[in-house]
Nanobody, 126 residues
Framework: VQLQASGGGLVQAGASLRLSCSPS????????MGWFRQAPGKEREFVAA????????YYADSTKGRFTISRDNAKNTVYLQMNNLKPEDTAVYYC????????????????????WGQGTQVTVSS
């Protein structure tokens, strides 16, 4: 399964971006989907996730209230809407998919995901 992520770019602080990710196989609703990011010199960190049911969404404390994860089954795509971007949001953003229905304790862990996208760069200037 390949995950195609897009939507990154260079923006100023306070701007918005929307990242998109689509799996090459099976419906996006059959996966738990997550977004992670990795800044230079730092470990990969959890950003947001959505369960297969789409009823439950999860966010990192640093992104809560600014980022929104959503899913469009008709377009077979999961989105990460990022508002009020800050320089500390600068990172390569990765989407990830799990074949399993992840429980809450698993969904923030990178090791819980089976498939990863290639990453898209988000750069926020001050």
């Amino acid at each position: 399964v390949q995950l195609q992520a897009s939507g990154g770019g260079l923006v100023q602080a306070g701007a918005s971006l929307r990242l998109s990710c689509s799996p090459s196989e099976r419906a996006v609703s059959s996966y738990a989907m997550g977004w992670f990011r990795q800044a230079p010199g730092k470990e990969r960190e959890f950003v947001a996730a959505i369960k297969r049911s789409a009823l439950d969404k999860y966010y990192a404390d640093s992104t809560k209230g600014r980022f929104t994860i959503s899913r469009d089954n008709a377009k077979n795509t999961v989105y990460l809407q990022m508002n009020n971007l800050k320089p500390e949001d600068t990172a390569v953003y990765y989407c990830a998919a799990s074949r399993l229905g992840l429980i809450t304790s698993q969904i923030r862990r990178a090791a819980s995901y089976d498939y990863w996208g290639q990453g898209t760069q988000v750069t926020v200037s001050s």
